[in-house]
């Protein structure tokens, strides 16, 4: 009897030891995020807004997120870890050749996919830096031309709402604080336009504007997944339902990833 009682027991804690062994196999992480983020600077409170909302999500949705705030450790190496990069408000340019190299890498070969925010399309000449060509074809071959330094509110248009960057965004929606960059031509013969800003619904008006005025693309000429969202200075974002659904979704779409 008391030799049968062990081996029950033997029995019974095996069972849960496998038990939580498919437990902890359900828990692993779905995928690898690396963002990429200002630390400082004109758009602090944005990052700083954005990395618990990231967070939330990465614990809800089982994938894991690791933050830089410079590209002095991007490489090659580096970035084969991750299914999605993230270019959370960071320039295109203070990258070291390794990292630009290693980059472009990353999205000519379809290592894994790409979203970039706001910042990411200041190219030009800053800093003493010269313009990074690729990653100007990269966005459709466009130039930073100005931008609105007071704000205006306005409404962004859903070109695409067929797009699986869209599912569950209104086909407008207003973004109330927003920078609203101008380039010297509109990328939309270079890249697949998702979004544009009506600029007749600038509030206050701007003088500042530039037509045809996409605000969110794809660049389908590369292997990997990418969206570019220009919508990102303001920390109110995390409040305006239709931007953090866009930006689960490009997140998700990015990686390669559904999300249940």
């Excluded at 049968?4 to 359900?26: D, E, W, Y």
């Excluded at 692993?28 to 630390?39: H, P």
């Excluded at 994938?63 to 959370?88: C, G, H, R, W």
């Excluded at 000429?221 to 109110?236: D, T």
Aim: proline content about 5%; aromatic content about 16%.
């Amino acid at each position: 009897m008391k030799n049968s009682l062990i081996v029950f027991s033997l029995i019974i804690s095996c069972l849960f030891f496998q038990a939580g062994c498919i437990a902890q196999k359900a828990k692993k992480s779905k995928f690898k995020a690396l963002v990429l983020y200002e630390n400082g600077g004109h758009h602090l409170a944005f990052s700083n807004a954005a990395q618990p909302w990231l967070n939330k999500l990465a614990i809800d949705s089982s994938f894991t997120i690791d933050y830089i705030q410079n590209t002095k450790t991007i490489n090659e190496a580096l970035l084969k870890k991750y299914q999605v990069f993230i270019q959370l408000d960071y320039p295109p340019y203070t990258w070291s050749e390794e990292s630009m190299k290693a980059f472009e890498k990353y999205m000519n070969d379809g290592k894994g996919g790409w979203v970039g925010l706001h910042h990411a399309t200041l190219l030009g000449e800053f800093d003493g830096y010269p313009m990074w060509q690729w990653f100007s074809d990269f966005m459709g071959g466009i130039k930073f031309v100005d931008y609105i330094p007071t704000f205006a509110s306005a409404k962004v248009t859903i070109e695409d709402q067929s797009h699986p960057i869209t599912k569950g965004v209104p086909a407008n929606f207003t973004v109330n604080t927003e920078e609203w960059y101008t380039y010297n031509k509109s990328p939309r013969p270079n890249v697949h336009v998702i979004g544009s800003v009506d600029e007749s619904t600038y509030e206050p008006d701007s003088k500042i504007k530039m037509g045809d005025h996409p605000v969110i693309w794809t660049n389908d000429h590369f292997k990997s997944r990418n969206v570019y969202i220009f919508i990102g200075h303001s920390p109110e974002l995390f409040q305006n339902e239709a931007y953090t659904t866009l930006l689960r979704n490009s997140i998700f779409w990015a990686a390669n990833q559904k999300r249940k």
